[in-house]
């Protein structure tokens, strides 16, 4: 399943759209620049891998269509968190060959992503149970996974593990994408509120729990989706080990720490389904796990223990 990809006839990048699954599994084709930064920003394409590699298609559509500098910045300002959107482009930008060198980015997360599952397979015992947060398959990096990657490699590997699918509020990326992935790959798994996190770990129903990234700092303090730190404060009061899977391309030398990621607020209609008309808001789409509760991250390169130098 390749969730994002050149389609050459249609000279342009094909997306799987994430906003009509599970009822659906549809496709788009992004044919400009515009057009790449539209979905990335409306989260047609999502997960930091996958946002990483349709960026810097797009960042090669702008290329082609003679405007590159000001493609580069309607997609840099599409989504302000992930790492690998500004990585990419940038690699793009200076690329002789964008087209050629989004392709490599593309093969590259997906090599990074097989490594990763090797690496963290080793991690999990036989018939581990494990936690997931949001959506860390294919969907999110173009195929196999970071922190799913790691569950689907043990999964092939005969470990049979078994995995609790945080729902993820308010998109709902736990309930409506791991679940339709895991499906896909055979994995057992059982849905639950994120609010039962809690209870599930003090009753020692879990080994283990795998989170994704969507920026590491340089000490070593993990963006991820919001409900992360949470999940990661009650794994250290249970005794249960934290992991976070994610590629070298998401680890950000510049930024010193959390506290100086700009952290995107979306729509307060996210948030207010249920809510009285005209209710107000607050909807942070990540927040910041300190890099004490990190257990180990996860790489291409293999587990890494501490913050990230």
Same mark, same amino acid.
């Not at 290329?63 to 968190?81: D, Q, S, V």
């Not at 392709?103 to 997931?132: D, Y």
């Not at 969507?214 to 070593?220: F, I, M, S």
């Given at each position: 399943?390749?969730?994002?990809?050149?389609?050459?006839?249609?000279?342009?990048?094909?997306?799987?759209?994430?906003? +009509?699954?599970?009822?659906?599994?549809?496709?788009?084709? @992004?044919?400009?620049?515009?057009?790449?930064?539209?979905?990335?920003? $409306?989260? !047609?394409?999502?997960?930091a891998p996958a946002?990483?590699? #349709?960026?810097? /298609?797009?960042?090669?559509?702008?290329?082609? $269509?003679?405007?590159?500098?000001?493609?580069?910045?309607?997609?840099?300002?599409?989504?302000?968190?992930?790492?690998?959107?500004?990585?990419?482009?940038?690699?793009?930008?200076?690329?002789?060959? *964008?087209? $050629?060198?989004?392709?490599?980015?593309?093969?590259?997360?997906? +090599?990074?992503?097989?490594?990763? =599952?090797?690496?963290?397979?080793?991690?999990?015992?036989?018939?581990?149970?494990?936690?997931?947060?949001? &959506?860390?398959?294919?969907?999110?990096?173009?195929? /196999?996974?970071?922190?799913?990657?790691?569950?689907?490699?043990?999964?092939?590997?005969? +470990?049979?593990?078994?995995?609790? !699918?945080?729902?993820?509020?308010?998109? #709902?990326?736990?309930?409506?994408?791991?679940?339709?992935?895991?499906?896909?790959?055979?994995?057992?798994?059982?849905?639950?509120?994120?609010?039962?996190?809690?209870?599930?770990?003090?009753? =020692?129903?879990?080994?283990?729990?795998?989170?994704?990234?969507?920026?590491?700092?340089? &000490?070593?303090?993990?963006? &991820?989706?919001?409900?992360?730190?949470?999940?990661?404060?009650? @794994?250290?009061?249970h005794g249960v *080990?934290?992991?976070?899977?994610?590629?070298?391309?998401?680890?950000?030398?510049?930024?010193?720490?959390?506290?100086?990621? +700009?952290?995107?607020?979306?729509?307060?209609?996210?948030?207010?389904?249920?809510?009285?008309?005209?209710?107000?808001?607050? &909807?942070?789409?990540?927040?910041?796990?300190?890099?004490?509760? !990190?257990? !180990?991250?996860?790489?291409?390169?293999?587990?890494?223990?501490? #913050?990230?130098?």
């Amino acid at each position: 399943m390749a969730t994002v990809e050149w389609d050459p006839g249609a000279a342009g990048v094909r997306l799987i759209d994430q906003t +009509k699954l599970p009822l659906r599994e549809t496709y788009v084709v @992004c044919r400009t620049s515009a057009e790449v930064a539209a979905a990335i920003r $409306e989260m !047609v394409v999502r997960g930091a891998p996958a946002i990483g590699v #349709a960026a810097a /298609y797009g960042t090669a559509l702008a290329a082609r $269509e003679g405007r590159l500098a000001e493609g580069a910045a309607l997609i840099r300002g599409a989504r302000p968190t992930a790492r690998d959107l500004f990585w990419a482009v940038e690699l793009v930008e200076r690329a002789a060959d *964008p087209l $050629e060198e989004a392709h490599r980015i593309a093969r590259a997360t997906v +090599k990074a992503c097989e490594a990763m =599952g090797r690496h963290g397979a080793a991690l999990l015992p036989h018939g581990a149970r494990v936690v997931t947060i949001c &959506n860390t398959g294919a969907l999110a990096t173009v195929d /196999y996974g970071t922190g799913l990657g790691v569950v689907r490699a043990a999964h092939e590997a005969g +470990k049979r593990p078994f995995i609790y !699918v945080m729902e993820t509020r308010p998109r #709902a990326q736990g309930a409506r994408l791991t679940t339709w992935e895991l499906r896909k790959l055979g994995i057992p798994h059982r849905l639950i509120a994120d609010s039962t996190i809690g209870l599930l770990l003090q009753r =020692g129903m879990a080994d283990a729990a795998i989170s994704g990234a969507d920026r590491v700092c340089a &000490n070593g303090d993990v963006v &991820n989706k919001v409900g992360t730190y949470p999940l990661a404060l009650l @794994c250290g009061e249970h005794g249960v *080990p934290f992991y976070v899977a994610a590629p070298t391309s998401t680890i950000d030398r510049d930024t010193p720490d959390g506290a100086s990621v +700009k952290i995107e607020e979306r729509p307060t209609d996210e948030v207010t389904t249920f809510a009285p008309p005209e209710t107000d808001a607050w &909807n942070p789409a990540f927040d910041v796990t300190p890099a004490r509760l !990190v257990t !180990v991250l996860i790489t291409e390169h293999g587990v890494r223990e501490g #913050a990230v130098v």
